[in-house]
């Protein structure tokens, strides 16, 4: 029966184990850090969004407060 890379690490002993088991820790904190990554990325696209919405709302009483005052302090 052939196990693959594992007869291979088999050969170098501890240092092939060493190194598997190194490896498989660069691979958790690289998904890891990929996974963060992606978590950040859709929290600004959140915030980009509530952004957009507190300026469009900002502009629209802006643009009303503006007709009050000319309606009240405008020429007649």
Avoid: H, P
């Amino acid at each position: 029966m052939s196990f693959g890379i594992f007869d291979t690490l088999a050969d170098y002993g501890i240092l092939g184990f060493a190194v598997l088991a190194l490896g498989y820790l660069c691979w958790m904190f690289l998904n890891r850090l990929m996974q963060s990554e992606d978590d950040l990325k859709a929290r600004i696209k959140e915030l980009e969004n509530d952004v957009q919405n507190t300026l469009k709302e900002s502009t629209e009483s802006s643009k009303s407060l503006k007709e009050t005052v000319l309606m009240l302090f405008g020429k007649k």
